[in-house]
């Protein structure tokens, strides 16, 4: 889309670290103080999303108690920063006091069913971005930034497909152009991470996903840009908490961008681009504490970047699988495999295979065994090995090889001219 075609409106997107406490909300309102054509998606606060799967798990059990218990703690958390934020221990969000309330009942009076797994794990995480956002809304209300709050499960019309959804983008259009049209104020504060299906249940678009709310929205309404605010200086090449030696990326293109995310990188959710290269519209990656910093930028003519980045990927497991009347995998058997896979919503990182055996690292998922038992009446023998971590450095030398691959018990390990990718014991 040409620039003339592009209206004013950013689009700005604040993770949950950002907004994990009163400070960071402040933050948050140093930031878009200012502006006049903004839409703002924010995550859940802090680690919430974390506390609710624990909400989700305890359900799971019909462990009602520990429901109660764990949905007053994650209240309590929210209402501290609410105490902060407004000057008071007392004061009340009735908007926020009602979402608490229909978790509660959502999860106490309902009996969990396991083949709506998926559907009841989203209907409770949502709640984490339903309660930042409508915080941060009144917040900013009250300090004089008037803002329109959206529900971004009205404007979101997405596939029937929970924990990992996509949003449907022409479907989605319409609402979310409403949403904005007309309205008074030219803020507007909205979920990331949620949509709906099409029977009108909750869906989420897979962890991190609130990137990815933010690109579509960009997306549909024609921002002329959109940034992610990070408590990082920008994109690294490594994870600073993991490797210390990394240093910041100045500039990346789609291309190189998509290649890092799918191989694992947590720089930006691997959906993320897509929508934003369709209409050519720059993502900025800049640091929460400085509004300033150039941060990184994402574009389409940026040059390829051939620093080593390195990717570590936890919370694995790998799965190898061996046809018992030793056919060739390949050729004959993994529209079965795959097809098992997607059922039971297993994201696959790595693939590698022989003739008659293949070795599949995926995400930790709940439902393992029963992809394990599935393909064994599809006539594979299979193994589980649960907690291993996997390791990817792309633009690779020999200094990095000796300095972080020094592990001889890795299950599988995979070298190309450009990239190398090792499955290993955590």
Not at 78 to 91: M, N, R, V
Not at 232 to 237: A, E, F, P
Not at 271 to 287: D, E, H, W
Request: charged content about 25%.
């Amino acid at each position: 889309m040409a620039n003339s075609k592009r209206n004013r409106m950013k689009v700005y997107k604040f993770g949950g670290a950002s907004v994990r406490h009163a400070e960071g909300v402040r933050n948050l309102l140093n930031i878009v103080s200012g502006e006049e054509e903004l839409f703002v998606i924010v995550s859940a606060m802090g680690k919430t999303t974390n506390a609710l799967e624990e909400v989700f798990d305890a359900m799971r059990k019909g462990d009602t108690a520990a429901c109660e218990a764990k949905i007053a703690e994650i209240k309590a958390y929210h209402y501290t920063t609410i105490a902060d934020l407004f000057g008071s221990t007392e004061y009340r969000i009735e908007e926020v006091d009602a979402l608490f309330e229909a978790l509660r009942k959502a999860v106490t009076t309902n009996k969990f069913e396991r083949n709506r797994a998926e559907e009841w794990y989203d209907h409770i995480v949502a709640y984490g971005e339903l309660v930042s956002t409508t915080i941060i809304s009144a917040f900013l209300n009250k300090e004089g930034v008037s803002n329109k709050w959206v529900d971004m499960r009205k404007c979101f019309h997405t596939q029937a497909r929970h924990k990992d959804a996509n949003v449907l983008i022409e479907q989605s259009k319409t609402p979310l152009r409403l949403a904005v049209a007309g309205a008074e104020s030219r803020i507007f504060v909205g979920q990331g991470f949620i949509g709906s299906a099409p029977d009108g249940t909750t869906t989420t678009l897979g962890r991190e996903g609130s990137d990815y709310s933010a690109a579509v929205v960009a997306n549909i309404l024609n921002a002329e840009s959109m940034t992610v605010w990070k408590d990082v200086d920008g994109i690294l090449n490594a994870d600073p908490k993991i490797f210390p030696d990394a240093v910041k990326i100045d500039q990346l293109n789609y291309v190189d961008t998509i290649e890092l995310a799918y191989s694992g990188a947590q720089i930006i959710h691997p959906k993320t681009i897509k929508p934003l290269q369709n209409k050519n519209i720059p993502l900025y990656v800049k640091p929460f504490g400085n509004k300033l910093a150039a941060g990184t930028e994402i574009n389409g003519t940026a040059p390829t970047f051939t620093t080593p980045i390195i990717i570590l990927k936890r919370n694995q497991s790998f799965l190898r699988l061996r046809s018992r009347d030793l056919s060739f995998v390949l050729e004959e058997k993994f529209p079965i495999i795959f097809a098992t896979l997607e059922r039971f919503r297993i994201k696959t990182n790595l693939i590698h295979n022989t003739a008659v055996e293949l070795g599949l690292c995926v995400e930790e998922s709940w439902h393992l065994e029963e992809v394990a038992t599935a393909l064994q009446e599809e006539g594979f023998n299979t193994e589980i090995i649960e907690k291993v971590e996997l390791l990817t450095i792309r633009h690779y030398n020999d200094e990095l090889l000796n300095k972080y691959v020094e592990c001889d018990d890795f299950i599988i390990s995979q070298l190309t001219p450009d990239t190398v990718r090792y499955v290993r014991p955590l």
